[in-house]
């Protein structure tokens, strides 16, 4: 099946097993905005929990805040917000359609890759066993032609983003003949610089009021609170300090369902350095944060790090980890080294010293700062594309059925144990309240006695429940019960009385905190 197809599937399936509804869907939704349901708010607070523990829990030196979403209006100057946190825009006349220019012109430069990747595939059908990719590369002429039409462009492309040069991106696209994927035209606007954060006014009167932005990313919250922080708490460095909260963007182009949204959450740790030490730690927490995503166990090929060949100008290094979603390779997180920058900026608006004294040192300096930024709902959309299965199983009676999985990580699973009585009297379903009456401290149970055992179990595999038990007649004798998991299918008999057991060395996040390195 097209992978549009199963895009498409998977957004229906969100909202049919109450994962993700859109926003205000009665009114015909808020665009680029989006809710999660009753299984979607328990995946999601699982995913922020792996991370949390994963940094809080795990680092002594890491440790957490929770910063409010309105700041004062000086931080976003600071910070480069209210001049510089802008998207290149361009419209189609034909279509109305607004596009980011950089997007359209990142896109067509990835189809260099794609055309490579085609060739790559034929001549390994075409050699079979004696193909020799690296020397394909090196040597194939419509390859080298392609990777020298790819390097031409890029280097364009970084150039003029380096010279804030939009009459140059807009010329980028005519000469690469890029057309409105609606109207099919090349019929384009200039390209204008557009703003992406929400502002608000506080206060209750005219006068009074002051004009606030929603903030369009956590990390200021953290870098203001880094004295404050760091005294109380009497960090030394190298120290971190982790938040998880909401930002607001109001992006150009707000696709791919929950990839892009205007309401978003981040969950992002900044790490102070002394000076001199970023880029050490920054391969530190490069190496960290992608064992974090491999240990969900997905296939090693899904990843790849992107490393940013245009710096930011405060940064001096950059990567992003990007996921192979059904839609392509895309950003789910960025590490960066964003040297003293924010710190210096603070204390430059504020007036406020803001410095550590390093006692092995003996001196004050402004520490470095390497960032993780992720975000939780790109983190989410990842997970549940990679765990979305459509599968054809043999029944009992030989006959094909097709069934639904979400094969997601157990630790993460919205449910963790379903508990079904086979018939609904005869005491079954009484002994199936006892046993959740006993497990529901540790694990999120439910209980389902309606439809037959087969519809119960596709229910179950299609919010991807890692176990299911039912209990029978025998078991009010033998206080056994039929477990079923949900990958294998397979069926076993097991003590009502092992089922803490089992349950707990698969679902607890400690199983997944073990792979990480
Ligand atoms: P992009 O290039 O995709 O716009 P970005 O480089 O602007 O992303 P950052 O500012 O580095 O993103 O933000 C860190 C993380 O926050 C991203 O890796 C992503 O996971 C998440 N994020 C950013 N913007 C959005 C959004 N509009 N919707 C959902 N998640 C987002």
């Known amino acids: 099946m097209a992978q549009e197809d199963i895009f498409k599937k998977l957004v229906a399936h969100c909202k049919e097993y109450g994962f993700v509804f859109q926003s205000s869907e009665i009114y015909d939704g808020l665009s680029a905005v989006y809710d999660y349901a009753q299984m979607g708010v328990e995946l999601k607070n699982n995913i922020k929990k792996y991370w ?192 998880i909260g909401k930002a607001f963007r109001n992006e150009i182009v707000a696709r791919q369902f929950i990839f892009r949204m205007r309401e978003f959450e981040q969950m992002e740790m900044q790490f102070f350095v002394r000076p001199g030490d970023e880029i050490k730690w920054f391969d530190k927490w490069k190496e960290t944060r992608m064992s974090w995503h491999k240990a969900l166990g997905f296939s090693d090929d899904k990843y790849r790090f992107h490393d940013h060949e245009k710096l ?107 508990v079904l009585p086979l018939v609904k009297k005869d005491g079954l379903p009484e002994k199936a309240r006892e046993i959740i009456d006993e497990l529901k401290f540790d694990f999120n149970c439910q209980y389902d006695e309606k439809d037959s055992i087969g519809k119960r179990y596709r229910r179950q595999d299609a919010i991807g429940t890692p176990f299911c038990i039912t209990i029978d007649h025998d078991s009010l004798d033998d206080n056994k019960v039929t477990i079923r998991y949900r990958d294998t299918m397979k069926q076993e008999r097991v003590n009502i009385s092992d089922l803490y057991d089992i349950l707990k060395e698969e679902v607890a996040l400690k199983t997944l905190f073990k792979k990480l390195k």
């Not at 012109?105 to 595939?121: G, L």
């Not at 010293?353 to 930024?373: A, C, G, R, W």
């Not at 006959?399 to 699973?413: F, G, N, S, T, Y």
């Open 52 to 243: 949390w523990d994963s940094m809080v829990l795990l680092h002594e030196n890491v440790v957490g805040i929770d910063s409010a979403i309105f700041m004062h209006p000086t931080t976003w100057k600071a910070s480069g917000h209210v001049d510089a946190f802008s998207d290149p825009l361009i419209d189609n006349k034909d279509s109305k359609k607004r596009y980011r220019a950089d997007v359209l012109i990142e896109d067509c430069i990835a189809k260099y890759d794609t055309k490579i990747e085609k060739e790559v595939k034929k001549a390994e059908k075409k050699f079979g066993d004696s193909f020799d990719k690296t020397q394909f590369m090196e040597t194939n002429p419509r390859v080298l032609s392609n990777l020298k039409k790819k390097k031409e462009l890029n280097d364009r492309f970084v150039k003029a983003l380096e010279d804030n040069d939009l009459d140059e991106l807009k010329q980028i696209i005519i000469d690469n003949g890029i057309a409105c994927p609606v109207s099919g035209t090349k019929n384009w606007t200039d390209v204008r610089q557009f703003n992406l954060m929400f502002s608000t006014e506080m206060g209750s009167t005219a006068e009074g009021s002051s004009k606030i932005y929603l903030r369009p990313e956590t990390a200021q919250g953290i870098f203001v609170n880094y004295l404050n922080v760091q005294k109380t708490g009497r960090m030394k460095l190298p120290f971190g300090i982790a938040q």
């Open 312 to 418: 930011a100008h405060y940064a001096n290094a950059a990567t992003d980890i990007e996921f192979k979603f059904p839609f392509g390779f895309k950003e789910v997180e960025g590490i960066h080294s964003r040297t003293d920058f924010d710190l210096t900026k603070h204390q430059e608006f504020s007036g406020k010293k803001i410095q550590y004294f390093d006692p092995e040192l003996n001196k004050n300096y402004t520490p470095y700062v390497v960032e993780t930024s992720i975000g939780v709902d790109r983190m989410f959309l990842q997970i549940i594309s990679e765990a979305y299965c459509e599968e054809t199983i043999k029944k009992d009676d030989g006959k094909e059925d097709k069934r639904v999985v979400l094969k997601l990580p157990a630790a993460l699973a919205p449910v963790k144990l379903a």
